[in-house]
Each structure stands twice: as C-alpha cells, then as structure tokens.
C-alpha cells in the first residue's frame, strides 16, 4: 500500500519516481535500484529500509 522506502544511512525518503527513468543503465547492471537518496543518489536493496 504507502510502502516508503527511506535511505538506510541518512534516512531521507528515496525518490523512486526516477527508477523507471533510469532502469537499465548500462548493459551490465545487475543491480536493482529500489529508489534514490537526494545525497546518496541510486540506492540498492542492501541500502534501503522500507517502512513497515
Ligand atoms: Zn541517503
């Protein structure tokens, strides 16, 4: 439902409006970016926390 990922090292809510932007970047990216941080920038799984 309001599922908010947050960045793990600040806190700061990710924007995620800009993963369907920036998916697939690169031919070699295997890593999914869940959201990203306004200071950190693309986060992956390992650096967001999802509010619960
Ligand atoms: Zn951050």
Known sequence: MG???RCR???SDLTTGL???GR???C???TPIVGT???H???GPHHV???E
Do not use: M
Request: with cysteine.
């Open 3 to 5: 599922e908010t990922p």
């Open 9 to 11: 090292l600040c806190g």
């Open 19 to 21: 993963v369907a932007t």
């Open 24 to 26: 697939r970047v690169g």
């Open 28 to 30: 070699c990216n295997a």
């Open 37 to 39: 941080c306004p200071e």
């Open 41 to 43: 920038g693309p986060l």
């Open 49 to 51: 926390v999802e509010s």
